[in-house]
């Protein structure tokens, strides 16, 4: 198992680099560079190229990929082309607010989508399931703003229960929660519907199954026949749905951080790639790529942990 | 069964009592009962964009602009109300001959760390703007300044190297604001301005992305600000910063768009101030490139385009002027009204025939993907059509149309200017001068008597002299169609009703030193 993590972690390096690649050819084919963002539209072309030369942007396009990469290697992101800002501080900030919304939607997500589905799949064809069924179709097509601003002006609006103002304490604590609710219910409102179909669908093939009848024949109570025996053998595609959810929070959260004001990675990323900040979207690109590729690998190791009958040489 | 049935009652009700216990502790601070508690001195302004930096020289964007004007102050400022130049840190000044300011700075002002503020001071900021190796965006507001001296604590002298007229004007720009040099020589003021000016705010936090926090400078020159905190949030989605004035996370924005602007009047806790605004919306045309090179053609769309109609739906928020050097501009006279060209579709298809183009022609029309001109374009396009000029729309993002029309690769565009200063020079020069263009002159235009009037506006000495060459320049550019000027922006603040004292000026602006809540 260890040097299957390892093997993994090493492949981490060559999508890095690719990452890079891609990114940087990017911006740089795009018209439009930093420094005529910076100097605005009423600079001059002599401000124009002093800014030019000041972020180095004179420079031959492969050295300026290659005097960033040794920077990278050396655990140097460089500074932001717009403010000056070290990448690396700009980054870690916005990555932990990103990371506790994404983790709190996930958790609620999968409470959520995984006890609506078993439900659903146990009292298949009842009120109970349509309703659910007919909240997750919402869910997976109504767009993540629209649902934000309709809970923004129910609950923050009419009844004043939570605030839209960002983040403005740790979770745990009051404050914290009245900022947290609404963008993790936003956020994970999707993932939920997702996860609530594919375990409906996943126990439902799962409860027919000889096995069950046989639990159900041996006396025990419907409650451990679900939990036990049809929840246990369902969780691999709930696990990997739930997992590629995640990844994609990380990633998705450019419109839910815009709507609740919440300084993230998704609007840093926006931001950056509107002022060609290339240090920035690199950065931010980098570490973003970084999560989903570990939570991929953390993903394959539950699959293990779940079913005995995988396991990585 | 119904143990299990209670359990999940008392859980809702006690976590529905949580939150709603949550929600009334927040409510109290934003109801307006009386209340003998003291109103906390706490001031919130939410902004669409963060700022770049929090340095003058090294900034030129309007939200780093709002957060200099509290921290930092200029040599001279214009007056919100008449639109004058006036003394701010200068107590007056002298022309010895037309290339010489000296200028008398006043006495007894300190920077917010408790240095005094001298000449030197002043010499400082400038001469680290002109300094090519510091990248200042604006150092073009003083490029003709080739010698700075500073005989004594309180006079500083200007020496230029062709006569500068709207040297006061440019002295009252946001970025030509005073630095401390002990503050930036000790560091990095474009990221951390602690004491880095003599403003009525000293800065205390950014935290860049999220907000920048102001506090009080107790011991300013003008008196001590009533405002104990001033915090700048970011807020990129309108909806969200509109609800946040709503429901008092917040207490004022500006730049208010129509779709949302009945919301905030009809909110008896709301208070929005419109004033006429400098800011030109305008169609223009690449004078490189057939047929808009053509006066007739450009007078057609001139004359094709219905712009009573368009503010119509603006809500409220254009006015019309036909001039370019708009009414709220130095240069500006009403004769300008006179001049230009209303909507006549009839005129329009005529002088297309005269051009060559009975059967109308193809056109692209370049646009910046922000609401503001996404609205606009197919408004233009669709009028268009009526005289058979077959319009495409090619919308780019911000900084993509940026590149795209200094490179002179559109035909025609849709783009806005606003003043900083509110002097009509600062429309002319960066927009029209020959030099401008690969920059900041998109149109291409280059007219060596165009040239030379606007050359005019920026050299002569005496303002009286130097205003009738605006009003002049201003005929002659709206007669020759240098633009199509679609509207002019009606600017709105929008506050919270205890808000007060919040001085707002016509090209956005505020200023919040005597601003207070009550």
Known sequence: MLNYIIKRLIQLIPVLIGVSIVVFLMIYLIPGDAAEIIGGPAATADEVANIRIKLGLDRPMHEQYLRYMSGVLKGDLGFSFQTGQPVSEAIKTRYVNTFKLAVFSAVVAAIIGVCAGIIAAVKQNSWFDYLCMSVATLGISAPTFWIGLMLIIVFCVKFKIFTISGFTGQIWTKEGLKGMVLPAVTLGFNSAAMIARMTRSSVLEIIHQDYIHTARAKGLSEKIVVLKHALKNSLIPIVTVIGVNFGSLLGGTVVVESVFAINGIGRLMVQAINARDFPMVQGAVLIVATTFVLVNLITDIIYAAIDPRISYK | MKKRLLGIVMSVTLLSSLFTGCGSSSSQGQNNQPTNQPVEQKLTYVSMTDAVGVSPILTNDSASSNVLRGVYETLFMKDPVTGEIKPLLAESYTNPDPNTWVITLKKDIKFQDGTPFTS?????????????????????????????????????????????????????????????????????INRDATNAGTGPFIFKEWVPGDHITLVKNPNYWQGEPKLDTVIYKVVPEMATAVTMIENGEADFMVSVPPEHLDRLKNNPDVTVTMLEGNPTRYVGFNFEKAPFDNLKVRQAVSYALNRDAYIGTLNGLGYKSKGIIGPRLIGYDKEIENHGYDYDVAKAKQLLAEAGYPDGFKAVLSVGNTDMYMKMAPYVQAQLKEINIDVELNVLDWASYLAHCKAGEQQMYINGWSNVTGDGEELLYPQFYSKSIGASNYSRYNKPEMDELIIKTRVTVDQTERVKYLREANIKFTDDVAWVPMFNDNVTLAARKNVKGIAFESNNEFRLNNAYKE
């Open chain 2, 120 to 188: 030197e001071a002043v010499k400082y900021t400038f001469e680290k703007i002109l300094d090519p190796a510091t990248a200042s965006p604006r150092a073009s507001l003083i490029k003709s300044v080739d010698k700075i001296e500073a005989p004594d604590d309180y006079t500083v002298i200007l020496h230029t190297s062709e006569t500068y007229g709207i040297m006061l004007t440019a002295l009252a720009h946001d970025n030509l604001s005073i630095v401390n040099p002990a503050a930036d020589k000790a560091g990095d």
